[in-house]
T-cell receptor, first 114, second 112 residues
Framework: GNSVTQMEGPVTLSEEAFLTINCTYT??????LFWYVQYPGEGLQLLLK?????DKGSNKGFEATYRKETTSFHLEKGSVQVSDSAVYFC?????????????FGQGTILTVHP | DADVTQTPRNRITKTGKRIMLECSQT?????MYWYRQDPGLGLRLIYY???????NKGEISDGYSVSRQAQAKFSLSLESAIPNQTALYFC???????????FGPGTRLTVT
């Protein structure tokens, strides 16, 4: 089955620092890849996605590129803000008749200090 | 109003009690999911339903059951709660073509 491995946290940065959260996946076929964000006390919300190799997803200054050759989908942001403090989840979807069913990584806690 | 709602938001119950968590959605999606979140383990799928008549077990369905009462409602039951079911539970919905999942705010369940 599909699996997702995320860089272990927690990650602590100062405001305006560069962020990278690594994500690698194993999946059959041609899955879509997602980054979800969970702010304190809330449910998950989609941050960005990519549906095929070499696609770049972007939103709110975050970017991730679907790299089939390295089976990776690393999340980056050039200058983080305190408001980016949250838990970030990488995910991939299953194929075939279960299409749409997501497999999540374990989550990475990001804390940004002023 | 929120598109995906969950009730209750917090619940404390005792070992052996039956408990039901409810999820309602106004997005008109056919697909609904129940996840469990534990620290360091991410989200794990308990059950999912692709329409009212189609219910499937996820990776950690033991000790749980579900009911899809209507397109908009999907309930999760713990028939006899145990302490290691203490967790944060999320409901989600999705539909083609994007299959993006929309999550509820979660229910924090504590079993003592």
């Amino acid at each position: 089955g599909n699996s997702v491995t995320q860089m272990e946290g927690p990650v602590t940065l100062s405001e305006e620092a560069f962020l990278t959260i690594n994500c690698t996946y194993t999946a059959t076929g041609y899955p879509s890849l997602f980054w979800y964000v969970q702010y304190p006390g809330e449910g998950l919300q989609l941050l960005l996605k990519a549906t095929k190799a070499d696609d770049k997803g972007s939103n709110k200054g975050f970017e991730a590129t679907y790299r089939k050759e390295t089976t990776s989908f690393h999340l980056e942001k050039g200058s983080v803000q305190v408001s980016d403090s949250a838990v970030y989840f990488c995910a991939t979807n299953a194929g075939g008749t279960s299409y749409g069913k997501l497999t999540f990584g374990q989550g990475t806690i990001l804390t940004v200090h002023p | 109003d929120a598109d995906v709602t969950q009730t209750p938001r917090n619940r404390i119950t005792k070992t052996g009690k039956r408990i039901m968590l409810e999820c309602s959605q106004t997005k008109g999606h056919d697909r609904m999911y129940w996840y469990r979140q534990d620290p360091g383990l991410g989200l794990r799928l308990i059950y999912y339903s692709f329409d009212v008549k189609d219910i499937n077990k996820g990776e950690i369905s033991d000790g749980y059951s579900v009911s899809r009462q209507a397109q908009a409602k999907f309930s999760l039951s713990l028939e006899s709660a145990i302490p290691n079911q203490t967790a944060l539970y999320f409901c989600a919905t999705s539909d083609p073509p994007s299959y993006e999942q929309y999550f509820g705010p979660g229910t924090r369940l504590t079993v003592t």
